[in-house]
């Protein structure tokens, strides 16, 4: 079991910055494969970025790309998502998750564990 613990959300204008952590208790955090999705008000959620169990692989939604960056520390169980230039349609809920899978994925359907969540708002 891992339980999964998001923070760093809040209120920012366009053009500013957010760090979101993520950090995950329970066994055997570096055999998973981390994730970050968001969902949006009244749309389905969508993939952000994601992080192989070695960081050697990162994957990007074409929207972030250029301006969001995963990293984790395995040391402190953490993953974070760096947030830079933040666009009011980056607004959303912020969610971490971990995969067990073998294969690397960003499909969310592949991810076991869910966080609760941390809201993001970005002004115009």
């Known amino acids: 079991q891992v339980q999964l613990v998001e923070s760093g959300g809040g209120l920012v204008q366009a053009g500013g910055s957010l760090r979101l952590s993520c950090v995950a208790s329970?066994?055997?955090?570096?055999?998973?494969?981390m994730g970050w999705f968001r969902q949006a008000p009244g749309k389905s959620r969508e993939f952000v970025a994601a992080?192989?169990?070695?960081?050697?692989?990162?994957d990007y939604a074409d929207s972030v790309k250029g301006r969001f960056t995963i990293s984790s520390d395995d040391a402190k169980n953490t993953v974070h998502l760096q947030m830079n230039s933040l666009k009011p349609e980056d607004t959303a809920i912020y969610y971490c998750?971990?995969?067990?899978?073998?294969?690397?994925?960003?499909?969310?359907?592949?991810?076991?564990?869910w966080g609760q969540g941390t809201q993001v708002t970005v002004s115009s």
């Open positions: 998750a971990a995969q067990s899978t073998i294969a690397f994925s960003i499909i969310d359907t592949s991810y076991t564990y």
């Open positions: 329970g066994r055997m955090f570096g055999t998973y494969h």
């Open positions: 992080i192989s169990r070695n960081a050697a692989i990162t």
